[in-house]
RNA sequence: UGGCCCGUCGUCUAAUGGCAAGACCCCGGUCUUUGGAACCGGUAACGGUGGUUCGAGUCCACCCGGGCCAACCA
């Protein structure tokens, strides 16, 4: 291991520090707990499999608990089926849930009972509108809605009719439960969400008893809670969800400790289908095989692929976890893949293009056999096998060339290349037919040089692989690539996506027959992992390749330096993303409109608004932040009541008082405008420097208290003394003896650096202005 | 269009007011019986504009750009 002290285990991503704190608050007690919740109606793909690495991870590096849970409130798309598959990608991802398997449908009794605790508070009630009605009165972004005719009904009746919604008096959107939240919430969620519906549907686990299902935003949450979960992480779409998350746990009465939900940005990986919504057309459709189809990027498709699952969690911590996200580009997957495979495969020769190659100098009959290692001496592991060879070999027909492009490093009229492991070869004549195709190279062998031994002084330029003809093996191959053609910019623009199924790229799957390969590899175990070399890695697929049937999947090809042509389409590409990050400087003057409009609706605000820039000396942009709202102005007026310079105060108001505010208002502040008008006179007068003032603002901020005695409390009296100031940035400097010297070889904004180190050993306290000339002083002498 | 969220090298991610870092990609080079691997080097970014600060990618504001939300799906 290499990890140092100052590295905490298991990364530094967002959520990881978030659960730190939680530790260090002791909010859960030390628990930790995390969850991934499928709904078995489909297959998993990469995405969910970094969800569950994270998930999965996290559990493990906070030795907490990992739970597997079944989001099974659907019983029209789930099934069994896909509980089986989604259990068995995941334990071959390497995540174990041990004990902790969940399934959402078994909690149904304990979440219509917090159903009825909602209704008895006054917080639910049954809707009896049609499907479009509520649609209707949900209003739109913009728009408030309305509220339902049946929003006043009385508890008593609520009551009744969610009992005989369960009991199957009713049939199927005859009524819904639905929270009573506000119709005019910006967040549509809010307004009023559906909590239960009637669907007289077979749930696959709970057969008939159930003709009521909960929606997601009510169970999701009490799921959680019902476990125990500390932390449920989500993507990024659930954002809006939060607020109902929350309102639904409070409302049923679950406390703090309780769950919270955390979103990151999830994956999105270039030339992958990653929507279970869109693998099921084309799986139904018969444009893959089947939901493991290579060319997916299912976690089934990988496996019948070849991909590692090593190769998984090295490309889900190369990628990482934030929120903001992006797509990421398949060649960081390739890359994780080769990563793990280049120490892990043997190599073996496989010709996939063969051309026949007849060694004019060795007798028909000819027979021998080298022994190759199985690895390069790189890779260190020992290991080889008996490759036979003979008088006629195959050779990859793109390792010849008659008329080679520049930079050519392979097989050419008259030229020389070296057979891996065997002879150097000379091409004396090329047969061709009578179309002018190359059908067969007579050449002749060095004897020199059998078995990779090399004379002194022979150089050959390259080397090329190949196969006996009369050992080969005939094989299949099947080499993946992209399952989509790409979308044009404009058509994506167009609002609907084109249908998917019309996108299938008649390229992305390349059968090869007759493909030639050595005949070590009919002794090798079935999911052996090989390096065809100078080709990529393959294995045998698992369903078709099984027995004697050679049927090879390429997981990936390997990489190659070698350029044909410049890649044009890319650099294209980047172009056009310059273009795009272009951005005009902004004309508008930076006032807020909602605070202009506050300002209109009442003169008093208007007036100030007015007046402050010449009476108190301030900017426009900060006389608007003063004049949005009554409070604030009465905030800043307490605060220069008592001679702060009004100046300095508003520029206190404007950026670190807002900074503390978060979504609440100033008057919502445990410290008053009178206390920061102290705080800025002490700032004024030099007993404590600005810097130090934040802290004594952020503690302010936290429990109130007097600025003067915090001051004092906290140690934070400003430190000016030259003498004092001096021994600490000498101590500093000597610490740091590398960083001076580069600082005197030119890098001068290491002064920050310095100043930094200062402020820090003095906890903020120092005059940085001081600092500064007394570290020139030192330094530019 | 209302609300919420997000803008750092071509791509993905670091930085928690103090040295803009790493990985992938790309480009050179070394080495090589894989145009692989390894090794050395290089190109390359804080969306914009103001403000606060000794010091801003980080705090404040405005603007620009992108995402999500109007299923009885999850």
């Known amino acids: 291991m290499s990890e140092t002290n100052d590295t905490p285990p298991g990364g530094t991503d967002f959520i990881r520090q978030q659960i730190r704190a939680d530790l260090a608050s002791d909010r859960y007690g030390g628990r930790v707990v995390t969850r991934f919740p499928p709904e078995p109606n489909g297959y998993l793909h990469v995405g969910h499999a970094t969800a569950i690495i994270l998930n999965y991870g996290i559990a493990q590096d906070f030795s907490g608990r990992f739970h597997l849970r079944f989001d099974d409130t659907n019983p029209e798309k789930e099934n069994e089926e896909y509980v089986r598959g989604i259990k068995e990608d995941i334990l071959w991802l390497g995540a174990d849930w041990g004990e902790q398997l969940y399934f959402a449908s078994d909690y149904f009794e304990r979440m219509y009972d917090c159903a009825v605790t909602l209704i008895q508070k006054g917080l639910a009630y049954v809707d009896s509108q049609s499907l479009e009605a509520i649609r209707e009165g949900r209003g739109t972004v913009t728009e408030a809605g309305t509220a339902s005719p049946y929003r006043d009904r009385t508890v008593e009746e609520n009551l009744d009719l969610f009992a005989r919604m369960r009991d199957g008096e009713f049939t199927d959107g005859a009524h819904v439960l639905r929270g009573k939240i506000d119709m005019g919430d910006p967040n549509m969620l809010m307004r009023d969400p559906v909590l239960y519906r009637i669907r007289h549907a077979h749930h696959y686990r709970q057969g008939d008893d159930w003709c009521i299902y909960p929606l997601y935003d009510y169970a999701h949450c009490l799921e959680d809670a019902f476990e125990g979960v500390t932390h449920s992480i989500c993507t990024i779409e659930f954002e809006n969800n939060r607020e109902l998350y929350d309102w639904v746990l409070e409302s049923s009465g679950f406390t703090e400790p309780r769950p919270h939900q955390y979103e990151w940005a999830g994956l999105d990986l270039e030339n992958a289908v990653l929507s279970k919504r869109a693998i099921g057309p084309l799986v139904s459709a018969g444009l893959v095989s089947g939901w493991d189809d290579p060319r997916l990027a299912t976690i089934a498709a990988y496996r019948r692929r070849g991909v590692p699952p090593e190769a998984i969690r090295m490309f889900a911590s190369l990628v990482g976890v934030s929120r903001s996200g992006g797509r990421t580009e398949e060649d960081k997957f390739e890359y994780a893949i080769r990563e793990v495979l280049n120490t892990e495969a043997p190599r073996v020769m496989a010709v996939l293009d063969p051309l026949k190659v007849v060694l004019t100098n060795l007798p028909e009959d000819h027979a021998e056999s080298f022994d190759i290692a199985s690895f390069p001496p790189d890779v260190g592991r020992d290991g080889s096998r008996a490759v036979p060879f003979a008088a006629e070999v195959w050779i990859e027909r793109s390792d010849f060339a008659q008329d080679p492009p520049e930079g050519f490093r392979r097989l050419v009229p008259g030229g020389e290349v070296r057979l891996r492991g065997a002879y150097v070869l000379r091409c004396d004549e090329v047969v061709t037919d009578e179309e002018g195709a190359v059908v067969e190279l007579r050449c002749s062998v060095d004897l020199q040089t059998r078995g990779g031994s090399n004379p002194e002084g022979r150089r050959v330029n390259g080397t090329i692989h190949w196969v006996s003809v009369a050992d080969a093996l005939d094989a299949e191959v099947r080499l993946f690539s992209a399952l989509l053609e790409p979308v044009d910019e404009g058509e994506e623009i167009e609002g609907d996506e084109p249908d998917i199924t019309e996108r299938v790229s008649p390229d992305s799957l390349v059968v090869v027959h007759g493909a030639k390969i050595e005949p070590s590899v009919a002794d090798e175990a079935l999911d052996t992992r090989y390096q065809f070399e100078r080709t990529g890695y ?187 100031l001096g021994e600490i940035i000498d101590g500093v400097l000597a610490g740091m003896p590398d960083k001076v010297e580069a600082y005197r070889g030119g890098r001068t904004n290491l002064i920050g650096l310095f100043i930094g180190e200062v402020m820090k050993a003095t906890r903020g306290a120092a005059d940085p202005k001081a600092v500064r000339s007394l570290l020139s002083e030192r330094l530019d002498s």
């Open 538 to 724: 393959f294995w045998r697929d698992p369903s078709d390749g099984r027995d004697d049937r050679l049927i090879f999947n390429r997981i990936v090809a390997l990489k190659s330096t070698y350029r044909g042509a410049p890649d044009v389409e890319r650099s294209e590409q980047r172009e056009r993303a310059a273009e795009v990050k272009k951005t005009g400087p902004s004309v508008k003057p930076q006032i807020s409109e909602v605070r202009q409009a506050a300002r209109n609706a009442d003169p008093g605000l208007a007036e100030r608004f007015a007046a402050y820039p010449e009476a108190y000396g301030i900017s426009i942009e900060h006389a608007d932040l003063l004049t949005g709202s009554m409070a604030t102005v009465a905030f800043f007026e307490s605060a220069i009541a008592d001679g702060a310079d009004p100046g300095a105060v508003a520029s206190w108001i404007v950026t670190d008082v807002r900074a503390l505010l978060g979504d609440g208002a100033v008057a919502d502040l445990a410290f008053t405008g009178d206390a920061l008008g102290r705080l800025v006179e002490l700032v004024t007068s030099g007993a404590v420097s600005r810097r130090a003032a934040k802290d004594v603002l952020a503690r302010m901020a936290d429990r109130g208290g007097d600025p003067g005695e915090l001051i004092e409390d906290m140690g934070l009296a400003a430190v000016s003394d030259t003498n004092m």
